[in-house]
């Protein structure tokens, strides 16, 4: 037998295999039971090509073409995307029992290898444990203590702010998204471990020309090396959870990048377990009847002992939380926090700015609350609650440009959404941009209008059950979503009423590019000084 020949049988082997592979793939899909309606797949690949890199596009695409359920082939993996509020009532239902939807995603053995399936919040596969670990962090970041004191270091954070604004003077351009980003940061963990950040100071020292802060070398390292490792961190989940263990662990660029993920990984736990540990023991010196600061550390530590007499109910929710979960609850909060209240900040200012009367609206609404603003503003917890348009806007602009624009969740066990059958397992995507701007929820959906949001005398607004999900729904809503619309209310009051802002660009549209959380990298300003009238 010749070569020649060889290499003729073995390619007609290889494409006989190819065909009968190509065959058995098109049958069982033709086949498939229930089917929804979808673009055919192509095999290996599945859909992959139509929902590309961009899945929020994607997602709309296909909406249009196959309506407001439809599937997809994610590799060879089955997804369901759903683009209608009356559809996703089971995904967003407050039943704990027997919940069709309770968990996040399906088993991913990259998130089993970063620890996050069986432990924290997000990604908890168990969830006798994210039941645990989710009533720990929500009586601390919701609890009124907290909220309280979370004010006045937000206040804090927004005097230096402005200081900088000041110093840096009316001609500067600023990039409103690398400010909101440092605010972000700062107030994330100032109002997590209560220990002063320096992400503002550091960026305004980057700036600046002739005044800097002072800021020590070393604390300046060490907070660098902090928040490198909290983003490398934040971008690990995505990394262990979309590439397959075999490719991570053999292909030889990846494999090191796995690696470097790895330290990072453990870098941050031990530094995280020694903050915890220190925290501790200073709780401990300090005598029972004194009272401590309520910032998140804190909070978490005296959950459930003695020193907190606000105990958490409910069989096996007794216990208080070990450092471990401590570890990983604070690194869930970084991960969650710190991105979509940075970049809702952005789209919200960009909103403002584009519709004066709104900005007027807001002005009003802030001096019926607090009066004269020229005066130091008297921002408390309680007058927070009473900014019911700036509310509005926050929603509105969050209808139209979500944080999260597909959300997931996995079937817990067996169910059917719309009649069609879904089997434990299968990943179901929420579309949000979809719900936001359905024609059947929103009249005239493209625009932005806040006045939808506010209610009438009897209390009562035309919002359609789930159809606005900014923040996710029913018993995994997101349990920082007071936190987070308290400090984007703060932020907007001080800009709003001390400075004259401007888009430097502004016939260009918002910029965002698509991400767990989608990014706005560039919001480019003026900021200046308004006058007070005298
Ligand atoms: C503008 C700011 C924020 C937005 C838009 C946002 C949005 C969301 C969304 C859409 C979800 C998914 C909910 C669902 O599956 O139904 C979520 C979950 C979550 N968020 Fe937020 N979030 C924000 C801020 C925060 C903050 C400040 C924290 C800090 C505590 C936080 C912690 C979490 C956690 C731990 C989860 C997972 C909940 C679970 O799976 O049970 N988020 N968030």
Known sequence: MTILNIIYNLTKIISTLIVVYIIKFYFSWYTRENPI???????????????????????????????????????STRAIFISRADLVEKIYSPALKNNAFAHRTSPNSGLDELGLSKSGITFNMDL???KFNRRILGHTVMSPKFLKENVNFINQI??????YWLQLGPETIHNFSNWT????????????????????????????????????????????????????????????????????????????????????????????????????QEIENIPLDQSIN??????????????????ISGIDHTRSITDI??????????????????????????????????????????????????????????SLDKLIYTEAVINETTRIQPLVSVLMRSASFDTEIGGYKIKKGTDVFTNFIGIHTHKAHWDEPENFNPDRFLKDNNNHNNIIKNSHLNFGGGIRICPGRHWAMDNIKILFVRLLTKFEISLVNPDNPLK????????????????????TIS
């Open 37 to 75: 309606p979808g673009p055919i797949p192509l095999p290996l690949i599945g859909n992959l090509h139509q929902i590309g890199k961009d899945m929020e596009k994607g997602a709309l695409k296909l909406q249009k073409q196959y309506g407001d359920i439809f599937e997809v082939l994610l590799g």
């Open 128 to 130: 006798e444990a994210w």
């Open 158 to 163: 927004c005097d230096e702010l402005e200081n």
């Open 181 to 280: 980003s440092c605010f972000a940061t700062d107030i994330t963990l100032t109002a997590t471990t209560g220990t002063k950040s320096y992400a503002t100071a550091f960026y305004y020292n980057s700036l600046s020309n002739s005044v800097k802060v002072e800021i020590p070398n070393s604390i300046i390292n060490e907070f660098l090396k902090f928040m490198d490792s909290i983003y490398m961190f934040i971008s690990s989940i995505m990394f262990f959870f979309n590439i397959p263990s075999i490719i991570r662990h053999h292909f030889p660029i990846i494999k090191s990048l796995q690696k470097k993920h790895e330290i990072n990984n453990e870098w941050l736990n031990i530094e995280l377990e020694k903050i915890i540990s220190k925290r501790k």
């Open 294 to 311: 309520y910032n998140v550390l804190n909070l978490l530590i005296i959950t459930n002992t003695e020193r907190n007499p606000d105990k």
């Open 325 to 382: 979960e401590i570890r990983n609850t604070l690194k869930e909060i970084f991960s969650a926090g710190l991105d979509t209240t940075r970049n809702a900040s952005c789209f919200i200012l960009y909103y403002i700015l584009k519709y004066p009367d709104v900005k007027d609206k807001l002005i009003k609404e802030y001096e019926s609350v607090y009066g004269d603003l020229g005066k130091k503003l008297n921002i408390t917890r309680e």
């Open 512 to 531: 965002i590019e698509f991400d767990i959380v989608r990014h706005c990298d560039e919001l480019e300003i003026y900021i200046k000084e308004k006058k």
